[in-house]
């Protein structure tokens, strides 16, 4: 790279940090939180050796949490349960907030036309992937100085805890550089940040796949995620997977800014298809589904897939429990019986992939802020369309397509549960689809409120999503108590498979919905566009 193509670098970079550093907190704040949560609440929940076996075998009885945590090396520790419950999960976030910073300060920038008035200064063709690149490299440093100074303060093993944060590092610094690519190739900086987070959802889910379903150990090193794995804090401390993260960040970046003197400024190496010279859609429903057409797809072929990793599970499921000595021996105490925990099981994997529709859903709704800003939505309500059926188109296709995708995951879970010999039919799987809908339901409800009618808080619109997961996901593994689980949504989806469900906690949900859609929907009555 010629030295003139990276003039402006440092002046781009400390304004771009004095405007952008805020942002970061977020990211910085998540992967720390779920590290120092993890050592400071372990010895006070699992206080002897009974109780730590016990949990241990509820893990690894469950599949389902392997395909996000990974594999639990050693939770008889409090550093080996932070490693567990924090590695992945953190180095996911870590690589989310990277992707996100790439994209927006390089292909963000042109699509705004910010990146126009950069390059009339004096500034090289490279100085904003440059500095896009190393705003994500300083926050992932950050993420992981902060999550291993105060883990190791709070009572984490100071070498355990370094590492655990470098995997953090290291993960953000892989996919800045996927980032980087990505940008070159998208048409837009949605395309190119819909490229970098499905190729991270593909491999973390792929990732816990094949732990779970012990495949063979050369298949972890397939898989840049699989290499953060095996650095095995607390339970070997591997440092030197780490030089394969940064060696691959190192190319794929050089790959990057390679890619960028082969494309046009404002295009991507992949060009959007040009519209054609009429419109076709006449009315707000036609337009709904035209421009969320191409994530719809998208999300339902990633359903399906869910549906077979998650359906694949339950074949084992039945298998994993009475080959666990430790859940033999709580079977045998009468605490629990494995059709009890199978159908729980069932409950919890739908719950997940209910978690994962809000996120397809909140996505939708959120491209009518998205329309607002970029001054599209103003010339459709010049016409004689009303505000509030504009929004409740949008919200229609957003609440329909969440439940089309929850029950394609559970025609297929059903698929498999009903040949597995384990006690569920395909009825209950549908079925239990079915009822995790609300819930689903009322963390787009949420989002609606926010955007309907305080838009200028548009990122808490994932707040209910981020609260679900963790009441649903990592609640129990902290043992709180039922009131704070309920702030979960799909915490009240009813178990169908026993005796008299109890169907009441939907009931609420679902008034609790309604009223989120109110208040969205009358803010936005009232509310200037944009």
């Known amino acids: 790279m ?3 193509s990276t003039v402006g670098t440092r002046p781009l970079l400390h304004a771009s940090l004095r405007h952008e550093g805020r942002s970061f907190a977020p990211w910085i704040l998540l992967p720390t939180a779920l590290s120092v949560s993890s050592v ?7 206080s002897d050796a009974l109780e730590r076996k016990a949990f241990a075998a509820t893990i690894g009885a469950n599949p389902a949490l392997g395909l996000i945590f990974g594999p639990a090396y050693d939770l008889s520790t409090t550093d080996g349960f932070n490693a567990w419950r924090s590695l992945a999960l953190g180095g996911f976030i870590a690589a989310l907030g990277a992707i996100f910073i790439v994209v927006k300060a390089s292909r963000g920038q042109e699509d705004s036309g910010q990146a126009e008035l950069l390059a009339s200064g004096v500034s090289g063709r490279s100085s904003r ?16 100085i902060v999550s291993c100074v105060l883990t190791g303060l709070c009572g984490g093993d100071w070498a355990s805890s370094a590492l655990l944060a470098a995997g953090f590092t290291v993960s953000g610094w892989m996919f800045a550089a996927v980032a980087a690519v990505s940008s070159q190739i998208g048409a837009d900086a949605r395309a190119a940040t819909t490229i970098s987070v499905s190729l991270l959802g593909i491999l973390f889910v792929l990732r816990g796949f094949l732990f779970s379903i012990s495949a063979p150990v050369w298949t972890s090193w397939i898989n840049p995620l699989g290499w953060i794995e095996e650095t095995r804090p607390a339970s070997g401390n591997h440092w030197w997977p780490l030089l394969i993260g940064v060696a691959f960040a190192v190319v794929v970046a050089v790959v990057g800014f390679a890619l960028q003197s082969s494309r046009d400024f404002g295009q991507g190496l992949i060009p959007s298809r040009p519209g054609p010279p009429r419109g076709s859609a006449g009315t707000p429903l036609s337009l709904a589904i035209r421009l969320n057409r191409a994530p719809i797809v998208s999300w339902a072929v990633a359903f399906l897939g869910l549906g077979v990793v998650f359906g694949y599970f339950t074949r084992s499921v039945k298998d994993l429990l009475t080959s666990n000595p430790a859940m033999a021996s709580i079977f045998a105490s009468g605490a629990a019986s494995p059709a009890d925990l199978i159908s729980a099981f069932v409950t919890t994997i739908l719950s997940i992939v209910g978690i994962i529709v809000s996120v397809a859903g909140v996505q939708i709704v959120n491209r009518v802020r998205t329309e607002e800003l970029d001054d599209r939505a ?6 004689a369309v009303h505000r509030l059926r504009y929004l409740a188109t949008n919200v229609g296709v957003a609440l329909l397509a969440t439940a089309a995708f929850l029950m394609i995951a559970g025609v297929v879970v059903g698929v498999f549960a009903s040949t597995a010999d384990i006690g569920i039919t395909f009825g209950d799987a549908l079925l239990q689809a079915v009822a995790t809908i609300p819930a689903a339901w009322t963390v787009i409800a949420f989002a609606v409120a926010i955007l309907g009618a305080r838009p200028a808080a548009r990122p808490a619109i994932w707040l209910g999503v981020l609260v679900s997961f963790v009441m649903t996901v990592l609640g129990p593994s902290f043992k709180l108590p039922d009131w704070a689980l309920g702030f979960s949504p799909f915490h009240h989806v009813p178990d169908v498979v026993v005796t008299d469900p109890d169907g009441w906690g939907l009931v609420w ?3 609790v919905a309604l009223g989120f859609l109110a208040i969205g929907f009358v803010g936005f009555r009232r509310r200037d566009i944009p």
């Not at 992937?129 to 992981?144: K, P």
């Open 129 to 144: 992937l440059l500095t896009a690149v190393v705003m994500a490299v300083i926050c992932s440093a950050a993420i992981g």
């Open 378 to 383: 103003e010339p459709v309500l010049a016409t």
């Open 509 to 511: 949900i679902g008034l």
């Open 2 to 4: 010629a030295s003139s």
């Open 40 to 46: 400071l609440i372990y010895p006070w929940l699992f």
